[in-house]
């Protein structure tokens, strides 16, 4: 059978990973797409002469040209510029925005049965335009954010309870951004509540840590974001999607009365297979966590309104 074929579009830092992870996973040939010419097409190469080590035969290939993606079942936007020190994602909305009208209109064109995975910042906003701009159904637009988001938290939880990783189950909702909803009333360890093991306070502190985990590693790199663990989330999804795993994963998908909102993308778990978003899965919140969930979903939409003021301008 033939394999699948993943277009990544942006080949920095997250797309040089992306197809490191996807090589490494057997998940299909990429294409690695970027307007620099030379990086795609190196990073590919170097790639390429991993295989015989690491044991995988896909094909790898750099390129500057939409064209190449004609046939992608799975494209991941990473296109953009990233953030540095002293810069809130919102920052990036002019810049990246435009760079996206671009990236729609090449997937349209090239990839039009496509699922698509954003990463670009700001999420919540780039993911929206996507979709507009490409007119594809919501099934197979999705943002990357609650997965990462949900990691940085399972980390931080098992950091602190010395366990593993794998025994912490957490969900993180809302826009990927410093008002996103770490769900504590959801998060268990080893099945045991973790507001058991764990006083509020400390919980507090770890969760404000998650709001502002991706600022923390601007700060440390300086001259870029994270870009392993993001890389890492959107595997996930294609994975579950490519595999049909029909996993349920918090994504930022299109919501159409969900959780009592409508007509924006927002992070919430989701199932994901075959069909792409198959199904938004509502889970039971707390007053005061739904209550963060409606005041993260105004700052989408403040998000979008600003967006679409500044490609009027």
């Given amino acids: 059978m033939p394999r699948a074929k993943i277009a990544l579009i942006g080949a920095g830092m997250i797309g040089g990973t992306l197809a490191h992870l996807a090589a490494l996973k057997h998940l299909g040939d990429v294409v690695l797409f970027d307007v620099i010419d030379g990086l795609p097409q ?18 790898i290939q750099g390129t500057g ?9 799975v494209c991941i936007v990473t296109a953009g510029v990233p953030r540095k020190p002293g810069m809130s994602r919102d920052d990036l909305l002019g810049t990246n925005a435009k760079i996206i009208r671009a990236v729609a209109a090449g997937i349209r064109q090239h990839a039009p049965s496509a699922f698509v995975i954003v990463l670009t910042n700001p999420l919540d906003a780039m993911v929206t335009l996507l979709k507009r701009e490409t007119s594809f159904p919501k099934a197979r ?8 988001d949900s990691s940085r938290y399972r980390t931080f939880i098992a950091q602190e309870l010395k366990v593993s990783v794998t025994s912490v189950a957490a969900m993180v909702l809302g826009g990927h951004g410093d008002d996103m909803v770490p769900v504590r009333s959801a998060c268990t ?6 507001s058991r093991l764990l006083p509020g306070a400390k919980l507090d502190a770890i969760e404000a840590r998650t709001r ?29 999607y490519l595999n049909d795993r029909k996993a349920v994963l918090p994504c930022a998908a299109y919501l159409e009365g969900e959780y009592g909102l409508r007509d924006l993308y927002l992070g919430v778990p989701v199932q994901i297979g075959a069909g792409g978003v198959e199904r938004v899965v509502e889970m039971e ?9 409606f005041q993260s979903a105004g ?13 009027k301008g």
Wanted: proline share 4%; glycine share 14%.
């Fill in 42 to 59: 190196g990073k590919a190469l170097d790639l390429l002469e991993a295989g015989p080590i690491e044991g995988y035969d896909v094909l």
């Fill in 65 to 73: 040209s939409y064209q190449d993606i004609v046939g992608a079942d």
């Fill in 141 to 148: 637009v999705v943002g990357m954010a609650g997965v990462l």
């Fill in 189 to 194: 360890v080893g099945g045991v509540p973790v």
């Fill in 212 to 240: 502002q985990a991706g600022g923390e590693i601007v700060g440390l790199l300086k001259t870029g974001s994270a870009f392993y663990s993001p890389a890492a989330a959107a595997i996930q999804m294609a994975d579950a």
């Fill in 285 to 293: 919140l707390t007053p005061a966590e739904r209550d963060a969930l």
């Fill in 299 to 311: 700052h989408v939409r403040e998000l979008v309104e600003a967006m679409d003021r500044v490609l």
